[in-house]
């Protein structure tokens, strides 16, 4: 995991589409050396899904390679990005993790790359709740 990172880029990323509810559906985030990507964010039942595309302008997009061997910081960067102000994310590598992390507060979710089927867990509380 690369929160360190992920955090530092979240402020440049650009949120391009959300759906019918008002959700983040997509996500524009910064890469190094000048790179862009694109974060596709599902929302089925019971977790969270990503896809990260690199784009590569008039040629399209391919798919992130670092997304094919877990979640990469691109999808982190993406969901704190949509989190916003509003709510703040807390990242763990295990469900158990996550569970004890939301006793404190917050929900734990899990969070699918698309392309490696790899989990990542994260906690989403409401900023300023208790």
């Not at 880029?9 to 509810?21: H, T």
Request: include cysteine; hydrophobic fraction near 40%; proline fraction near 2%.
């Amino acid at each position: 995991m690369n929160t360190k990172d992920a955090r530092a880029a979240a402020r440049f990323a650009q949120i391009i589409e959300r759906d019918d509810l008002g959700r983040v559906v997509k996500v524009r985030v910064p890469g190094h050396e000048g790179r862009s990507y694109i974060v596709v964010i599902g929302h089925p039942a019971h977790r969270t899904d990503a896809l990260c595309l690199q784009d590569l302008g008039p040629l399209g997009t391919r798919e992130c390679l670092g997304n094919g061997r877990g979640v990469c910081y691109h999808v982190q960067t993406a969901i704190l990005a949509a989190a916003g102000k509003t709510h703040s994310v807390k990242f763990c590598k295990t469900c158990g993790d996550a569970t004890r992390a939301a006793r404190l507060g917050g929900w734990a979710y899990r969070l699918v790359s698309r392309r490696s089927g790899e989990t990542l867990w994260m906690v989403v509380s409401e900023r300023g709740a208790k």
